[in-house]
């Protein structure tokens, strides 16, 4: 997977949301706002919480929220290749392997 | 749920380690293992991936790893009750309310 | 377990929210948005949106918010057990015997 | 995601089960059987239950699962886009954003 | 938790079928049959099988369903300790290590 | 989905491990022990523990990660088509029909 195919991904993500801001703006508005409360921490930095926010998705979540959240943590962030794999150690201990491997190789498909 | 059935909480989870310990060495030592190279991160300190552990754990768990996992990051590391919060604003933003709540109510009765 | 068990749980999980009030009016209000805009559908009435509430928290929650749902699903509107059973029928579906059993087991330990 | 990628996934969920029909007979009969047990309720209507597998799935499974209930609810049932929209509002409440975004994302790639 | 706390459990347990046997026997009636048809392999013993089936509750279920597995594999099929350990050991494996305590802790409070 | 596709597969899984060797050797040694840790049972076979493996991973992993167990069980233990059915037989019991369909799916794919 390379940066067309990530590209393509991300144009996949943005279009749900664009036709909700269409069509539902309540849940659009309530859609932001849960974001805001989420990340405005009052005593945790944003780029902390959106590695726990990456943590909890590589544990949870399937292929392309994981890529997602590694995409903005480290386009927004400036995360680097060795924070994610911190987080991913975290993963295999509370987790599990497969848990681990995938969020792995997510973000070696994305550096190549 | 106050101090006391916390700490016969603290025993029971001890008394599982404790018998590994005994009973299977190889198990022991890999716990011991995972936990060392899970939180040993290259590039994130030790107090973050607690953060990250707790988050994981509030998202997926039952209430005594939960609890455990609250404990552990404020008797070890000072976490305070807002930084916990922090954690579960991004635990009810990605793995919903039940989740949120079940973190919520699980601070609470420690600080009690 | 009686109602006054089921009193008593009550007790623990509005504490939680009562807490959240006082402390972090942000996350109470966004606590109360979300509720109001998922359960303001369009299309869906309220009672039907709360029985999909209770299928999704049987298949994935621990037991408190599983019998919070119940509760909350019987005595806000009505819900009868033959209601609740049709939901946990599709909960065996999709989510395997012991989620059901454990939904079983609550809903006649609240019952008596 | 258009028609024709749809009902390629149709045909693969499909072969699955023509195979298991004669390759496990007693298999295919209790897969049968769960599905009309489960959605022969007593209390609710089919397509209350259909809507309330929906969301199950929409909070646990993977895509295909999910695309396979939607256009199942839409094509059985004529259930609207709203409706589904409605199920996704308490997937998003009990179950978080990323379940909720996926749910999102299928529904409109079948929409188009 | 000793014996009589588990023998309490097991009855908790068999109320909620007992209950389902008179209230709702067509699901009582699948109930049995699922358990006939998963359990009636065609190339693994049974008592494989229910090794799988306690490696797949404690991956996922609380902790009561996973002493109900427990229970019933020591005493139908005299599945003994080590060998519920290298069950466990998987499970470490496969869904991390807060699943895993919570079955070690299991397994060694029926011991005592 | 052909040879060449789960070929593909395999080298795009593969990859992530390879990088993971050079790149974090810690990682690499924990991720060799904590498998041989897993499958030294002390009273179980290596076979019984991976199809204990393939039931837990059918239950909670997405389709990768499926395959992967599949293959391997089939390709080092001569595991039958007959036996992964067994193991799934047991999924649907404890998981439910999504999870058991996503696995029947995945087998009869690599079997054409």
């Known amino acids: 997977m390379g940066w067309d195919d990530i590209m393509k991904e991300e144009v996949f993500y943005s279009k749900g ?3 909700i801001k269409e ?5 659009y508005k309530l859609s ?5 409360v989420a990340y405005t921490g ?9 590695l726990i926010a990456l943590g909890i998705t590589a544990a949870m979540s399937d292929d392309r ?7 903005s943590n480290m386009q ?3 995360v680097t290749k ?5 987080v991913l150690r975290v993963v295999m201990l509370i987790a599990g392997k497969p848990a681990f491997m995938k969020g ?3 973000l070696y498909s994305i550096e190549e």
């Open 104 to 106: 792995v190789n997510i």
């Open 76 to 78: 927004e962030f400036g």
């Open 23 to 27: 069509d539902y703006p309540d849940l």
């Open 32 to 36: 932001v706002d849960i974001n805001e």
């Open 42 to 50: 009052k005593a945790l930095d944003y780029k902390t919480q959106k």
């Open 17 to 19: 949301m664009k036709y």
């Open 82 to 86: 060795d924070e994610i794999m911190d």
């Open 65 to 71: 929220a994981v890529e997602k959240q590694i995409l």
